[in-house]
């Protein structure tokens, strides 16, 4: 069965040691993870949502209900449901502003406590809901500094948006406004901008929004430059003060990347080393390398590589072609990745910050990316 369940390891290299594993496996450190909820919740002016999306494993959404995390994001009916399992009085923000009129219909059975909309036609769709219920406007800014923009398929134009919180008012609703600045934002004006321009919607539409919900995109480590989210948070806090003053609305994030990326690692293994010094590994870009289509790969401050009995390969790297393992010869990492002169067939990388967007992409083409879920203590 796919992500079957396995008892708690202390550490990547003695899973590996002990089982020898010929399909890809997914390390997570629950306590990396409370860490990292501990973090935002600490820091953040407001109410913390984790956005689902990001990974939906049933050990992630338990370990943050466990944590104190009281809402999540969700972006279908399905995540509602697991959110539900493991945590029945959640609040559930059903921020995915485009939804059939069947998942409206079951959304309502769930209690979802806030929508969000981008145009008339979709706040229409939703028709009557509960006193209290939120209604959050989506928006969006021509934007720079992530590395995809969010604003190509949601979110109207400012001038847009304050018809639209009139229309909210107007059918009983709690206005709120909602924006992404676009996932892995390092640029923290991003969020400044986006913030200045919530407070002119606010005020061409003369409606005090009860919440601004400043979205995701929150940069995870991937073995570059370390983000810096702290001093984001903090940016966000002080705009947020500065800008609405004595009208100040509720702040709401929703981290997804950020918040569960750290608690993973993927454990992959060497199939062939290629005559020409390529590597196949058993997973690549239709499991848990699936982003890494679109997005710059991890760099090598976490990779780690293991022969088969769990010793680390501590030999000088150079940079390798690396495909995975399905028959389609698109399955490739754009990049070349630096790995140790002496790697073989059989030894296991270890890729750290592999919790958002891995296992909740992998497909199973081919019949490959069906790994375990493990628990560990650490890396």
């Known amino acids: 069965m796919r992500h079957e369940r396995i008892d708690n390891w202390p550490t990547a290299a003695e899973y590996f040691k002990t089982t020898r594993p010929d399909d890809p496996v997914y390390f997570f450190s629950p306590r990396r993870l409370c860490a990292t909820h501990l973090f935002f919740s600490d820091i953040f002016p407001g109410t913390v949502t984790y956005a689902v999306k990001a990974n939906d494993h049933v050990d992630v959404l338990r370990t943050l209900a466990q944590a104190g995390m009281t809402a999540f994001d969700v972006a279908s009916v399905v995540e509602m449901a697991k959110v539900r399992s493991v945590s029945p009085n959640a609040q559930l923000h059903y921020h995915n502003p485009v939804r059939s009129r069947s998942e409206i219909a079951i959304a309502k059975t769930f209690g979802v406590r806030s929508w969000s909309i981008d145009c008339l036609a979709e706040l229409d769709k939703l028709g009557d809901l509960p006193p209290g219920s939120e209604i959050a406007v989506r928006f969006k800014l021509p934007m720079q500094g992530a590395a995809y923009d969010f604003g190509e398929k949601f979110g109207t134009t400012p001038e847009n948006a304050a018809s639209l919180l009139r229309a909210v008012v107007a059918r009983g609703f709690v206005p709120c406004l909602t924006f992404h600045p676009g996932t892995q934002c390092t640029d923290v004006e991003a969020w400044a901008r986006y913030i200045h321009e919530a407070a002119r919607i606010a005020e061409a539409a003369q409606v005090r929004i009860g919440r601004l919900n400043v979205g995701g995109g929150f940069a995870s480590d991937r073995g570059a430059e370390m983000p810096d989210l702290e001093k984001s948070i903090e940016h966000i806090a002080m705009t947020h003060t500065k800008v609405f003053a004595s009208t100040l609305p509720e702040l709401v994030c929703e981290p997804g990347r950020s918040m569960v990326a750290n608690s993973f690692a993927v454990g992959l293994c060497v199939k062939a080393i290629r005559p020409d010094g390529s590597l196949i590994l058993n997973d690549g870009i239709y499991g848990a390398l699936a982003e890494w289509r679109d997005m710059v790969a991890v760099g090598s401050r976490l990779i780690a590589v293991y022969s088969a009995d769990g010793t680390p390969k501590t030999s000088p790297s150079r940079p390798r072609v690396v495909f995975g393992p399905t028959c389609d010869s698109l399955d490739r990492v754009d990049q070349q990745i630096a790995l140790p002169n002496d790697i073989e067939e059989g030894d ?32």
């Open 348 to 379: 296991y990388i270890v890729i750290q910050g592999m919790g958002a967007y891995s296992l909740s992409l992998a497909c199973g083409f081919n019949g490959y990316g069906q790994g375990a879920v493990v628990k560990t203590e650490d890396f």
